[in-house]
């Protein structure tokens, strides 16, 4: 398809487990962004990418959150040893240009930490 | 940084009747306000946006109006359907700035 593909759709971990959610941008788009939606929240900014500039990791919430991005294509955010407060919902969005408009979104990865 | 607060969280309207949500920002350089509809199980969809040299923009039943001196924005739904039912979503970005601050969320339900 044409949109932002997310996966997993839904996970669900133990406690303590490392979890890998992948993005899948809409070709051509050059910034990729990933949000954090908890439960009857907002979107909470977690990191920006824009083409080969270094990411902007000023929303991780710890040094448990990374995130990679291969050139302008997939990108792969991972939480290490994860805990009950990282469930949420991982959304991915990208879009065109430096200082975007619209952000396209993915459909979001639910992520159940037991 | 910019902080978005949105109101009302919930809001429930008869088919027919108009919905009004609410945004405050503060951050006076912000200046694109894009407003997001988020279906169930689906990802934020843009549906409207604004830009702060304009003060009021529509698009056939919703409406965006923007008052930069008060720092705050608007959502104007008009002759609801059900199919308006959804989370809604404000946000705003600084000049020069790529990161959206998003608000809260307002869940619209429209009673048939």
Redesign the interface.
Known sequence: GAG?SQSPSNKVTEKGKDVELRCDPISGHT?L?W?RQRL????E?LI?F?GNSAP?KS?LPSDRFSAERTGESVSTLTIQRTQQEDSAVY?C?SSIG??????F????SRLTVL | GEN?E?HPSTLSVQEGDSAVIKCTYSDSASN?F?W?KQEL??????II?IRSNVGEKKDQRIAVTLNKTAKHFSLHITETQPEDSAVY?CAARGS??????????TTVTVRA
């Open positions: 932002v910034a962004y949000y009857g929240q907002g979107l900014f920006y824009q902007d929303g959304l969005a430096r200082v975007p408009g619209e952000l979104f993915g459909e979001g | 978005v949105q694109y894009p997001y199980g689906k990802g934020p969809q843009l946006d979503f020069n700035d790529y990161k959206l601050s998003f608000g809260a969320g």
